[in-house]
């Protein structure tokens, strides 16, 4: 329901613009989220967007770095991600869950799309 894109090897200070495009839901009544989860670590949220006012919600790690956008239009959530540094590798998983206050606390969220892995070369 969930497909997320836009992965690929880029190096430290480049950018990469993720996708996360739904389907048999409609993005539009979910907070959408973007979460890593780094080779032997556990998986950390990186970013969130509101359904009604867009209201975000970033990650210290990320913050200034990385912008989160939705087009409800097309039912579609991005990940800028810009300045990207080494510790930034991580296999990127874009959920859906519906709340009234952006979190970035994994169990909250009710649909996940499959990861699509971002590697930064220093």
């Known amino acids: 329901q969930l497909q997320a894109s836009g992965g690929g090897l880029v190096q430290t200070g480049g950018s990469l613009r993720f996708s996360c495009a739904a389907s048999?839901?409609?993005?539009?009544?979910?907070?959408i989220a973007w979460f890593r989860q780094a080779p032997g670590k556990e998986r950390e949220g990186v970013s969130c967007?509101?359904?009604?006012?867009?209201?975000?919600k970033y990650d210290e790690l990320v913050k200034g770095r990385f912008t989160i956008s939705r087009d409800n239009a097309k039912n579609t959530v991005y990940l800028q991600m810009d300045s990207l540094k080494p510790e930034d590798t991580a296999v990127y998983y874009c959920?859906?869950?519906?709340?009234?206050?952006?979190?970035?606390?994994?169990?909250?969220?009710?649909?996940w799309g499959q990861g699509t892995l971002v590697t930064v070369s220093s």
């Open positions: 959920a859906a869950g519906v709340f009234t206050i952006p979190t970035l606390w994994n169990n909250a969220y009710d649909f």
């Open positions: 048999g839901i409609t993005l539009d009544h979910y907070y």
């Open positions: 967007i509101g359904s009604r006012f867009g209201d975000t």
